[in-house]
């Protein structure tokens, strides 16, 4: 019989450490890093955090050469490949640098505006302070600091990595060290373990398939995972992404090169309120994510209906498995390898949800029409729509066919394909 991993309870948003030191008092954590330009005046600076803020961990940090540029790449989730040692980045400068772990007692979150235009749910006491600190200087940038909670734990949990936070959150005095490492993962994962504890922090996430068997050595198969954001997955993960299709890499597991894709809300590769959906609905199996029972099943049969040209048998016998198993006496009689049967199976399915078709930015993906066909008639029930009712769709029909031919023309870069996700 096909089961998951016991069902485990799935982490809050925050790792449990982090609840218990907040107790019953609405606190908030952030981090603030002062580059090497601004270290001619951190003692001012510090002291103007500790007047501030509890500071609970204060930190040298040394990188090596040959992450360096790596390491700023994915602390401030930019796509990247492999990068070598170029000379020193003029806004970071050379380490060490000052890494301060503060809690705030009393925050006072809103919506700020950043430096990269986006507006997001921030500590204003936090940015004020970054802001004020950064006026001492001419040049600019000589001092960071998390806007928010997603940014704190992302960060922190990169650059110190799980134990020395856990370490710093849990004692009861503030924790001062040099720390020589690069981020987690700079030189590669030793199994995955290692970067699902870091993914289990930055991102929502799951595996959508194949999970029984993670692959760990190179030519025995990939990974595919669904997110919420695939460059923050991506940069946590310490994927090296392809030039023009970031959504996909290859990431370091024992020394062996795994391809992986990273599929994310709004790509087309999955119905965006489906994929919305999978990811709330998600369920622990060992350490990491994967989909909830009827979600595995329904997007596995969409996954070889649509994107593939034929049906593996080992997806054949897992399907039948799981629909025993949830004792789906209607999935006794349908033939997978049937293009028509299926389809409307699946185009039921995503009726009855309120899905609807898209085709995926991934060019790559194959795409059955036979199936795709069925999926894409509309769901407005048009022959009852009448006469009038076929007429006001047709200015919808022409936008889409508009759109179709655009879409399959342009080929997505990294900024068109940031887009898509925001």
Same mark, same amino acid.
């Given at each position: 019989?096909?089961?998951?991993?016991?069902?485990?309870?799935?982490?809050?948003?925050?790792?449990?450490?982090?609840?218990?030191?907040?107790?019953? /008092?609405?606190?908030?954590?952030?981090?603030?890093?002062?580059?090497?330009?601004?270290?001619?005046?951190?003692?001012?600076?510090?002291?103007?955090?500790?007047?501030?803020?509890?500071?609970?961990?204060?930190?040298?940090?040394?990188?090596?050469?040959?992450?360096?540029?790596?390491?700023?790449?994915?602390?401030?989730?930019?796509?990247?490949? $492999?990068?070598?040692?170029?000379?020193?980045?003029?806004?970071?400068?050379?380490?060490?640098?000052?890494?301060?772990?503060?809690?705030?007692?009393?925050?006072?979150?809103?919506?700020?505006?950043?430096? $990269?235009?986006?507006?997001?749910?921030?500590?204003?006491?936090?940015?004020?302070? &970054?802001?004020?600190?950064?006026?001492?200087?001419?040049?600019?940038?000589?001092?960071?600091?998390?806007?928010?909670?997603?940014?704190?734990?992302?960060?922190?949990?990169?650059?110190?990595?799980?134990?020395?936070?856990?370490?710093?959150?849990? $004692?009861?005095?503030?924790?001062?060290?040099?720390?020589?490492?690069?981020?987690?993962?700079?030189?590669?994962?030793?199994?995955?373990?290692?970067? !699902?504890?870091?993914?289990?922090?930055?991102?929502?996430?799951?595996?959508?398939?194949? !999970?029984?068997?993670?692959?760990?050595?190179?030519?025995?198969?990939?990974?595919? !995972?669904?997110?919420?954001?695939?460059?923050?997955?991506?940069?946590?993960?310490?994927?090296?992404?392809?030039?023009?299709?970031?959504?996909?890499?290859?990431?370091?597991?024992?020394?062996?090169?795994?391809?992986?894709?990273?599929?994310?809300?709004?790509?087309?590769?999955?119905?965006?309120?489906?994929?919305?959906?999978?990811?709330?609905?998600? &369920?622990?199996?060992?350490?990491?994510?994967?989909?909830?029972?009827?979600?595995?099943?329904?997007?596995?049969?969409?996954?070889?209906?649509?994107?593939? $040209?034929? %049906?593996?048998?080992?997806? %054949?016998?897992?399907?039948?498995?799981?629909?025993?198993?949830?004792?789906?006496?209607?999935?006794?009689?349908?033939?997978?390898?049937?293009?028509?049967?299926?389809?409307?199976?699946?185009?039921?399915?995503?009726?009855?949800?309120?899905?609807?078709?898209?085709?995926?930015?991934?060019?790559?993906?194959?795409?059955?029409?036979?199936?795709?066909?069925?999926?894409?008639?509309?769901?407005?029930?048009?022959?009852?729509?009448?006469? !009038?009712?076929?007429?006001?769709?047709?200015?919808?029909?022409?936008?889409?066919?508009?759109?179709?031919?655009?879409?399959?023309? /342009? &080929?997505?870069?990294?900024?068109? %394909?940031? &887009?898509?996700?925001?």
């Amino acid at each position: 019989m096909f089961k998951l991993a016991k069902k485990a309870r799935e982490p809050a948003s925050e790792p449990a450490l982090l609840q218990e030191r907040r107790g019953v /008092v609405r606190r908030d954590f952030s981090c603030f890093a002062i580059w090497e330009g601004g270290r001619s005046k951190e003692g001012e600076i510090v002291e103007g955090i500790r007047r501030n803020f509890n500071i609970l961990g204060d930190y040298n940090i040394y990188w090596s050469e040959r992450n360096y540029n790596r390491n700023i790449q994915r602390l401030y989730q930019r796509p990247s490949g $492999s990068l070598e040692f170029k000379g020193y980045d003029r806004k970071i400068g050379k380490p060490p640098f000052r890494f301060i772990i503060v809690e705030d007692l009393e925050p006072q979150y809103t919506l700020i505006r950043n430096v $990269s235009g986006n507006i997001e749910l921030s500590n204003r006491n936090i940015v004020k302070k &970054k802001y004020e600190f950064r006026a001492w200087f001419d040049k600019a940038y000589q001092v960071h600091s998390s806007n928010n909670y997603e940014e704190f734990i992302f960060q922190t949990s990169l650059v110190l990595g799980s134990e020395l936070l856990r370490e710093c959150l849990s $004692s009861d005095v503030p924790i001062k060290k040099d720390i020589h490492k690069d981020l987690e993962g700079a030189n590669g994962w030793r199994d995955w373990n290692e970067p !699902f504890e870091v993914l289990n922090n930055c991102v929502k996430y799951l595996v959508l398939r194949n !999970f029984e068997n993670l692959p760990v050595r190179s030519g025995c198969g990939d990974v595919d !995972f669904l997110c919420s954001d695939f460059q923050k997955l991506a940069s946590a993960a310490n994927v090296y992404q392809k030039r023009g299709r970031p959504y996909k890499g290859t990431i370091d597991i024992a020394g062996n090169t795994i391809p992986v894709d990273i599929r994310f809300v709004g790509d087309g590769y999955y119905p965006c309120s489906w994929e919305k959906d999978m990811l709330e609905r998600r &369920k622990k199996h060992e350490n990491f994510f994967v989909p909830e029972l009827e979600d595995l099943f329904f997007s596995l049969l969409y996954h070889c209906k649509v994107h593939k $040209s034929r %049906v593996g048998e080992n997806y %054949v016998a897992l399907l039948e498995e799981i629909a025993r198993e949830k004792q789906w006496g209607w999935y006794q009689d349908v033939n997978v390898h049937d293009n028509v049967q299926v389809g409307g199976l699946l185009k039921g399915y995503l009726k009855s949800n309120n899905y609807y078709y898209e085709k995926p930015i991934d060019v790559g993906v194959h795409i059955n029409k036979e199936v795709v066909k069925l999926l894409s008639e509309s769901m407005f029930g048009e022959r009852e729509l009448g006469v !009038f009712g076929k007429m006001a769709m047709r200015p919808v029909r022409l936008a889409n066919k508009v759109l179709r031919k655009v879409k399959d023309q /342009v &080929k997505p870069t990294f900024n068109q %394909v940031g &887009k898509f996700i925001h």
